[in-house]
């Protein structure tokens, strides 16, 4: 239903820009969220998307270096990511729920679909 892609090794100050691939129909419309998991840590929040993409949210970590963006005509919610540094490495998930609030704080325990995560791992 939902496909992560993208990750990869990278040096700090460096970008990659993953890829969510939607499937299921139904999801098509929904608010979607990027998550990640840092090793040894929470889930946390990194960035959600209203379904026209009008609306944007950033966790403060990321404001100003991540850009979360969709196609809904590709059935696809983007992450770009620049100025990485390693307190960015992490497993990057995407998300999509029927609630705007849902994707966009927390740690997304309420969040009703998950993709497969994908490594993002930043060297100094």
């Known amino acids: 239903q939902l496909q992560a892609s993208g990750g990869g090794m990278v040096q700090a100050g460096g970008s990659l820009r993953l890829s969510c691939a939607v499937s299921?129909?139904?999801?098509?419309?929904?608010?979607m969220g990027w998550f990640r998991q840092p090793p040894g840590k929470e889930r946390e929040f990194v960035a959600a998307?209203?379904?026209?993409?009008?609306?944007?949210y950033y966790a403060d970590s990321v404001k100003g270096r991540f850009t979360i963006s969709r196609d809904n005509a590709k059935n696809r919610v983007y992450l770009q990511m620049d100025s990485l540094g390693p307190e960015d490495t992490a497993v990057y998930y995407c998300?999509?729920?029927?609630?705007?609030?849902?994707?966009?704080?927390?740690?997304?325990?309420?969040?009703?679909?998950w993709g497969k995560g994908t490594q993002v791992t930043v060297s100094s």
């Open positions: 299921r129909s139904t999801l098509r419309n929904y608010p």
């Open positions: 998307i209203s379904w026209s993409g009008g609306i944007t």
């Open positions: 998300a999509a729920d029927g609630s705007l609030d849902a994707v966009r704080t927390g740690t997304g325990d309420g969040v009703d679909y």
